[in-house]
């Protein structure tokens, strides 16, 4: 392979990844302006995602060695199964519920982030961790207070605005990579 060959073929990609990075961008502003359907989709996708993951526990429970581990791996396909379920086929009770889950999650990783930065020494990003852990807990707090009526915004907004920043980074890094390419062109 020549080095216009690598050159072209770095720029091609560079290019592809801007404009997939501009596309999923798009997808997340699009997820942001319609939070419930997000919601919905991510929970749908969720459940379905566990009914797979407890088709495996039951094939990985004949494979056990102990009826103890028999029964541990069948207990949880058929946890995963149920929950799995529960989501994808009634999906909207499923965003009320994992609304909850999500604020007392956030709730909990405040104090968490909290313990792991006064175990830190102050010069380490203490204060980085303690604004995470505000953000965190103001965040949980308000999803909290406000549910289930959060429901309407909390995952789609989140789901959203992680698929907006995925693409923003992408864009970033594409275009850096573009402009790392601009100054090493071969010569004609």
Do not use: C
């Amino acid at each position: 392979m020549t080095a216009d060959t690598l050159f072209a073929d770095a720029a091609k990609r560079a290019r592809w990844s801007l404009f997939m990075g501009v596309l999923t961008a798009a997808i997340g502003v699009v997820m942001i302006i319609h939070p419930i359907a997000t919601a919905a989709v991510s929970t749908v996708f969720l459940g379905w995602a566990l009914i797979m993951a407890a088709a495996a526990q039951f094939v990985f429970a004949f494979t056990s060695h102990t009826a103890g581990n028999f029964f541990l791996k069948l207990l949880l396909g058929v946890l995963y199964g149920v929950a799995g379920i529960a989501l994808a086929f009634f999906p909207l009770a499923g965003v009320v519920t994992l609304t909850a889950v999500l604020g007392w999650m956030l709730v909990v990783e405040a104090v968490l982030e909290t313990v792991i930065a006064f175990a830190l020494p102050a010069v380490v990003g203490r204060g980085w961790l303690l604004l995470s852990s505000l953000a965190s807990l103001v965040l949980g707090l308000l999803i909290l207070f406000h549910w289930p009526g959060s429901s309407a915004w909390a995952i789609g907004t989140l789901v959203g605005t992680a698929v907006f920043i995925n693409g923003i980074t992408r864009i970033a890094i594409s275009s850096a990579v573009s402009g790392a390419l601009r100054p090493v062109q071969p010569s004609a």
